[in-house]
C-alpha cells in the first residue's frame, strides 16, 4: 500500500493502526492482520525508558523503522521523525525525511504540529515525501503544553480546525488526532477527506492507533483510554514462576 491507497480508505472501513519498535513485532503484528504500523517516537518512553521523547534521535528512529519494515514488508509502516529533526529548517527536514524513507524503507512519515507547520508539510510532500500529520496533544512539545486533553475551549477548538484543513491542504495523507474531546474529533474527521486516526480522541474517528505496550499490558501505567487487551506484564511474571518451578524439579529437556 502507498500513501495514497491509504488515504483512499476513508469511509470504506475503519483503520486499525499499532505502534511497533522491532522486526518480532512487527512479523506478528503483520500476522495479526493489521492495517498499517507506527514506528512511533513513543519508543523514547517504552523503549528507551526515558521520561519523554525528546530524547530519541534520528539514526535510532531509522535503525527501528528499518528492522519493524523488516518484520513487516507487506503492511504499511509511518516512522514518527523525532523531534529536532523537521523543526530547524525545511532544508534540514526534507533531507532528514528523506534519509528515514531511504534508510529504512518506511512508507510515509510523521511529524508533529498544526498550522504553523503546513508551509513545511507542503514542501515535503512536494518533494514526494509523505506526511502524516500529527495534532492534539503532541508530545513533542509536552514542555510547553503537557498532556492535557485538547478541545476544550474555542479557541483551541478553532485551532485544531483550522490545523486539520491546513494540514490537509498541504497535502497531509492522513492525521493523527491524539486526546481531542471527542465532540472536535468527530468534527474533524467530517471535515477532512483524509482518514483520522484517534489516540484519546474518541470512536468517531477513521482509524484508531496505541501504543503497542499499552496494548499488551506491559507499560506499568496505561493511559485511561487504553484498554487491556493482553495482561503480558502478568503473563511474563506467571511463566518466569512456571520456569523457576522447572528448573527447582529439574524439569527440564
Ligand atoms: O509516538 C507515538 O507512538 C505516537 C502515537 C501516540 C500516535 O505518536
Known amino acids: 500500500m502507498n500513501a495514497w491507497q491509504f488515504r483512499k480508505l476513508k469511509g470504506h472501513k475503519k483503520i486499525l493502526m499499532l505502534t511497533a519498535y522491532d522486526y518480532g513485532f512487527a ?22 525508558g526515558n521520561d519523554t521523547t525528546l530524547p530519541v534521535t534520528l539514526d535510532e528512529m531509522i535503525y527501528h523503522a528499518k528492522i519493524v519494515k523488516r518484520g513487516a514488508p507487506n503492511v ?7 523531534f529536532l529533526s523537521y523543526q530547524v529548517s ?21 511529524v508533529e504540529g498544526g498550522e504553523q507547520i503546513a508551509d513545511l508539510v507542503y514542501k515535503l510532500t512536494q518533494v ?10 503532541t508530545p513533542q512539545s509536552s514542555k510547553m503544553h503537557g498532556f492535557t ?29 491524539e486526546n481531542i474531546t471527542e465532540v472536535v474529533a468527530k468534527q474533524i474527521t467530517e471535515s477532512v477527506a483524509i482518514p483520522t486516526i484517534g489516540i484519546g480522541a474518541g470512536p468517531h474517528c477513521d482509524g484508531q492507533v496505541l501504543v503497542l505496550y499499552d496494548f ?3 507499560t506499568r501505567e496505561r493511559p485511561p ?29
Not at 512479523?27 to 519508543?43: F, N, P, Q
Not at 504499511?76 to 523525532?82: E, G, I, Y
Not at 478541545?151 to 497535502?171: C, H, P, Q
Not at 506484564?233 to 518451578?245: G, M, P, S, W, Y
Open 27 to 48: 512479523d506478528a503484528l503483520a500476522e495479526a492482520g493489521v492495517d498499517a504500523l507506527l514506528v512511533g517516537d513513543s519508543l523514547g518512553n517504552v523503549v528507551q
Open 76 to 82: 504499511f509502516v509511518v516512522a514518527d521523525m523525532p
Open 90 to 110: 525545511h532544508e534540514e527536514a526534507i533531507r532528514n525525511c528523506g534519509r528515514v524513507l531511504k534508510e529504512s524503507g518506511a512508507d510515509a512519515v510523521k
Open 128 to 137: 514526494g515525501i509523505p506526511i502524516m500529520g500529527h495534532i492534539g496533544v
Open 149 to 177: 486533553k485538547r478541545g476544550k475551549d474555542t479557541g483551541d477548538i478553532d485551532y485544531l480546525r483550522r490545523s486539520a484543513k491546513a494540514l490537509e491542504e498541504a497535502g497531509a495523507f492522513s492525521l493523527v488526532l
Open 216 to 218: 499488551i499490558g506491559l
Open 225 to 253: 483510554f487504553a484498554k487491556n487487551y493482553l495482561d503480558l506484564r502478568a503473563e511474563i511474571k506467571d511463566a518466569v514462576n512456571k520456569f523457576r518451578q522447572d528448573i527447582m524439579s529439574n524439569n527440564i529437556l
